[in-house]
């Protein structure tokens, strides 16, 4: 995939990545403020706001998209931007600041959008890289092996994204196809990361089953900790293929790809599933040291603790 880089190159001045330097445009425009009534729209263009440097300021970005909305009469003309849409920044490196962004590093959420402004955006705002339609109250993905799956719907372009997430040893590197794959918004220190690692310190070079491994970021980051071996484990196809991405792109490679059974892929110290654990519990022969159950709210977790505790010595709901 031409927009997915290893985690060395995009972590190389990853800091500097969505600040402004000294000749970027500073707005003030008011989140719930009718956009038209702060600025002439017609002016609002692709040129509009941006710098010699190539970035503008997240607002100026989302009010361009706005505007189209507004044009295409998926918007009234008194909308606000707090009720534009739901940008998703790629990379997301947590910052106490407003993003001043590049090209193609932002994929819009909205519950309100046609096909033919998703295609107007895209191709008018060079920040956005996709427009996916879907509502974010709603959790992208499958709850149980009971329950049916939801996704969102891209309408166009790529909704490819990579999450920055910090570990005690050193950053990692989570890509998703956003339309496939739920939510998380990076943060200074990631508390489900933060939480792991202190069982994760209880223990030196321990066995590790993620049973509910989404991404795979919880279990990279154990392998990031020193784990002995990690098994990977989700239900959704979708969240296996960006596990086995996001290994290869954070440095544990894949040695080998299975297309059949429930075995996706194994590497030196890892093997990646596909499976119901309640199924998979009885066919892996092995034992762990730990076992991380992270699923979705409203998910029953005792399940899926009594699934794993005879395999497991110790569980972590996290």
Not at 93 to 106: C, D, I, Q
Not at 112 to 129: F, G, L, N, Q, Y
Request: hydrophobic share 35%; charged share 30%; with cysteine.
């Amino acid at each position: 995939m031409g927009c997915v880089e290893k985690a060395d190159t995009i972590l190389n001045g990853i800091t500097e990545i969505n600040r402004p330097c000294e000749n970027c445009l500073r707005p003030n425009l008011k989140k719930f403020k009718p956009l038209m009534e702060q600025m002439d729209l017609e002016e609002l263009d692709a040129n509009y706001g941006r710098c010699n440097c190539k970035k503008r300021h997240l607002d100026l970005v989302m009010g361009h998209v706005l505007k189209i909305l507004i044009e295409t009469g998926d918007r009234d003309k008194k909308s606000t931007l707090r009720n534009c849409c739901t940008p998703l920044i790629t990379p997301a490196y947590p910052s106490n600041t407003a993003p001043y962004l590049s090209e193609n590093s932002v994929v819009i959420l909205t519950d309100k959008v046609t096909k033919e402004s998703a295609v107007k955006i895209v191709k008018e705002v060079p920040e956005i890289k996709g427009v996916i339609r879907g509502d974010i109250k709603r959790v992208v993905g499958i709850k149980d092996a009971n329950s049916k799956p939801n996704v969102y719907e891209l309408l166009s372009g790529c909704d490819m994204r990579c999450d920055i997430v910090s570990t005690q040893h050193g950053p990692i590197c989570i890509y998703r196809k956003q339309s496939q794959i739920h939510l998380e918004f990076s943060k200074p220190v990631p508390p489900k990361v933060q939480m792991l690692e202190k069982y994760l310190d209880k223990y030196e070079n321990p066995r590790v089953m993620d049973c509910t491994c989404g991404p795979g970021t919880l279990g990279i980051a154990s392998l990031k900790h020193g784990a002995k071996h990690v098994v990977f484990n989700d239900l959704w196809h979708p969240s296996i293929e960006m596990t086995v991405l996001n290994l290869e792109v954070n440095g544990f490679e894949v040695e080998s790809l299975h297309s059949k059974g429930s075995l996706v892929a194994e590497g030196k110290n890892f093997k990646v599933y596909c499976a119901d654990i309640m199924e998979l519990k009885d066919d892996i022969d092995e034992k762990f040291d730990l076992c991380i159950v992270d699923t979705f709210p409203g998910v029953d977790n005792d399940e899926f603790v009594e699934a794993v505790s005879k395999i497991c010595s110790e569980v972590v709901v996290i």
